[in-house]
């Protein structure tokens, strides 16, 4: 569990949804027997992956480097107004890559054609976002975790293709920022270098 998951319930009677006080019976995502749906969901999230928080998972290589190329993964459960049952309980699964290119890559791939490719700019990069929104209701559990096991299962699988497609196709070294040219990944150096080999091929003095 994360240090900062202890500032709200059940350690405190903050809500870990908008920090305000729980009210228990009164919300929707209140399972009864002082169990809140929300921190039972981080929970499951986080046991799964074996991670110490449910909403930014990262990931590293067999050389324990975090990858670059994927971002992250994370797990958000959206419960809009607590004491209104009427509105939907929803679970947001998200994979982050650092390229446009790379979501695509991957939705092709792997054949996500029921998740939406997003473009992000986390800093202000070409990033993207894989998403793929359920209903999140506690009677839909076995749902959940059958998402939740299906991207922990993919995870390793994606790992693998990113090294693969993240590779320049010239110099073979891995870069995040490559550039297609006739189905072929070059990276800036490789693309820098094959310009002014050949520029004076198409520049005349």
């Known amino acids: ?27 929707k995502v209140w399972l009864g027997e002082k169990e809140c749906w929300y921190d039972h969901f981080g ?3 986080e046991e799964i992956f074996k991670a110490d928080r449910h909403d930014y998972i990262q990931f590293q290589d067999e050389n324990n480097h975090h990858i670059d190329g994927i971002r992250h993964v994370h797990f958000d459960l959206h419960t809009r107004e607590r ?8 679970v947001l699964a998200t994979i982050g890559f650092n390229s446009h290119r790379l979501g695509e890559k ?25 998403d793929k929104a359920i209903d999140g209701s506690p009677r839909k559990k076995e749902e959940i975790l059958d ?23 010239a110099c073979r070294n891995k870069c995040e920022t490559l550039t297609e040219y006739a189905g072929k990944a070059i990276c800036g150096g490789c693309e820098r270098k094959i310009i002014l080999e050949n520029i004076d091929r198409y520049v005349k003095k």
């Open 1 to 27: 569990m994360h240090d900062v998951h202890k500032s709200y319930f059940p350690y405190t009677e903050a809500c870990p949804q908008d920090g305000k006080s729980c009210i228990k019976e009164k919300c």
């Open 43 to 45: 929970k499951i999230v």
């Open 83 to 90: 004491d209104k049952p009427e509105e939907p309980i929803v």
């Open 106 to 130: 991957v939705q092709e791939k792997f054949k996500l054609t029921d998740w939406e490719l997003k473009s992000v700019a986390y800093e202000g990069g070409d990033d993207a976002d894989l």
């Open 147 to 169: 998402l939740l096991h299906f991207v922990r299962d993919l995870i390793p699988e994606i790992i693998q293709f990113e090294a693969e497609t993240n590779t320049c196709t």
